[in-house]
């Protein structure tokens, strides 16, 4: 959208590219705050258990205090994104997100007599500024790279996103000397909360400079729920948003438990646990690239969903019944320093190996899926509405867990109880799978729309 306060628009440069992958930049290292500050709870949930007894159902509904808080943003912040722009719109859901970051470090100790209430209420707050900022910080790469680098700028901007949750999840090993108690760590996210916002707020600066000196775009459409097009999407889209769901809903509540897991119920030491859950987003950061880039070279999205969706299914089952005995010695890479502390299980590497390249092929093809799916101007409400049911199939599923968690009294004094809690998360990671074959079936009919094909086929109606 050109803005209209500004006549001589026309007569003004474009802006230089680098301009552009400044503005990329920005964004993204903003993204890492945020990640990184949504993943920092994990390895600190041990310690939680013994600083407060937090429960299984009382991890699981931090997630859950996020989702409701996303879902309440979803629907009303599309709305504010339009009204403020990106610009101010990545400001204010970066501070909202970096007082998020804040409240979940210090207000447990400022209230020692309700510190999981406490907890809850910071990871509300977080909530509400988090999602809303992905959705702005992905609309500027849309409104900078649109018909440019778009697809190659998106995966970009996700990766550097994943380098913040490697961070998180590398936590216990880079800075272990801060694993004494649950503060210390949650006070680290919050320095990296308060940087989220300066490079948002950098991000703005650039948003303005550039608005003085080159003919830009103003915040176009955005990620906005419109109630009228939930039901007029195709068929295809909804296998994907069922894919999606149960996708996000298997992997992000099993990143939620994975540290509790890996020390109860495999016996690992913290450290251990930290960097086995780092494969994830590590290889996920590799991968998703590659897979874009073959997606883009042979199409076949669909198949490619279902491979990815059924490499989720064995590694839940794998990490619960195969045990070879053997133990990895410590493997490092220069620059990169330990990728695996001494002491990592061969079979808990391989499980998470697969659980790492299936967190890469599936959100390096899905994402992009949509916009075949869908005609460009409804994409924001695809997106939201996509979004909005993840996070509605994520918190439930958190919740659940953490409750079949306690029913089972899984610990480290019962890793049996862990099984269930394993079980339910093979079994939705198979209803992903479901989903993906029968986008595959749709895709290979008369009303497919391309995913199949190098280009898009039938355009979306
Ligand atoms: N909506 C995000 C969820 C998230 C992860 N960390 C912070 N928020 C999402 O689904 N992102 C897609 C992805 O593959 O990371």
Same mark, same amino acid.
């Given at each position: 959208m050109i803005d209209a306060a500004a006549p001589d628009l026309a007569a003004r440069p474009a802006p230089p590219t680098a301009y552009r992958w400044l503005v990329l930049v920005a964004c993204s290292l903003a993204m890492f705050g945020n990640y990184y500050v949504f993943d920092a709870l994990y390895p600190v949930t041990p310690l939680l258990e013994k600083a407060f007894g937090f429960t299984g159902e009382q991890i699981g509904k931090l997630d859950t205090a996020y989702n409701v808080a996303a879902l309440l943003t979803l629907i009303a912040g599309g709305v504010l994104i339009d009204r403020l722009g990106t610009a101010r719109s990545a400001v204010l859901f970066g501070a909202v997100g970096a007082l998020g970051s804040v409240l979940i470090g210090v207000l447990p100790a400022l209230v020692p007599s309700a510190p999981w209430a406490a907890m809850m209420g910071g990871r509300f707050v977080l909530g509400v500024g988090s999602e809303l900022f992905i959705v702005a910080a992905t609309t500027v790469v849309g409104r900078w790279f649109k018909g440019k680098e778009i697809s190659f700028a998106l995966a970009l901007q996700l990766l550097i996103a994943r380098l913040g949750s490697y961070a998180a999840d590398k936590s216990p090993s880079a !800075? @272990? +000397?801060?694993? #004494? /108690?649950?503060q210390p760590p949650l006070l680290l996210a919050a320095g990296l909360g308060v940087a989220w916002l300066v490079f948002a707020i950098v991000y703005a600066a650039l948003e303005a400079r550039a608005a003085r000196r080159y003919a830009v775009a103003r915040a =176009? !459409? #955005?990620?906005k729920l419109v109630l009228a097009d939930l039901v007029n999407f195709d068929t295809s889209y909804w296998w994907v948003v069922g894919l999606c769901v149960a996708f996000y809903s298997t992997i992000f509540p099993f990143r939620t438990f994975a540290n509790l897991y890996l020390t109860q $119920? &495999? @016996?690992? /030491?913290d450290a251990v646990a930290g960097d086995l859950k780092s494969v994830l987003p590590m290889l996920s950061m590799i991968g998703m690239p590659l897979f874009g880039l073959l997606a883009d070279r042979i199409g076949k999205r669909a198949l490619l969903m279902a491979a990815g969706s059924a490499l989720l299914v064995p590694p839940f089952l794998l990490l619960t019944y195969w045990r070879t005995g053997v133990t990895l010695p410590r493997i490092g890479l220069p620059f990169? =320093? #330990?990728v695996l502390s001494a002491g990592a299980p061969l079979d808990g590497v391989v499980a998470m190996a697969m659980l790492g390249l299936a967190f890469a092929l599936v959100p390096a093809v899905l994402w992009p899926a949509v916009t075949y799916l869908v005609p460009e101007q409804r994409l924001g409400s695809a997106y939201a509405l996509m979004t909005f049911c993840q996070q509605i199939g994520w918190g439930a599923m958190s919740w659940g867990m953490g409750l079949v968690k306690d029913v089972a009294h899984a610990g480290a004094d019962h890793p049996a109880g862990w099984t269930p809690v394993m079980w339910m998360l093979a079994a939705l990671a198979s209803v992903g799978f479901v989903f993906s074959f029968l986008l595959w079936k749709s895709e290979r009919? $008369? &009303? $497919?729309? +391309?995913?199949? /094909?190098?280009t898009p086929g039938r355009q979306a109606a």
């Open positions: !800075a @272990g +000397g801060l694993f #004494t /108690s649950w =176009g !459409a #955005t990620d $119920a &495999r @016996g690992v /030491s990169i =320093g #330990t009919g $008369a &009303r $497919a729309h +391309g995913l199949e /094909s190098v």
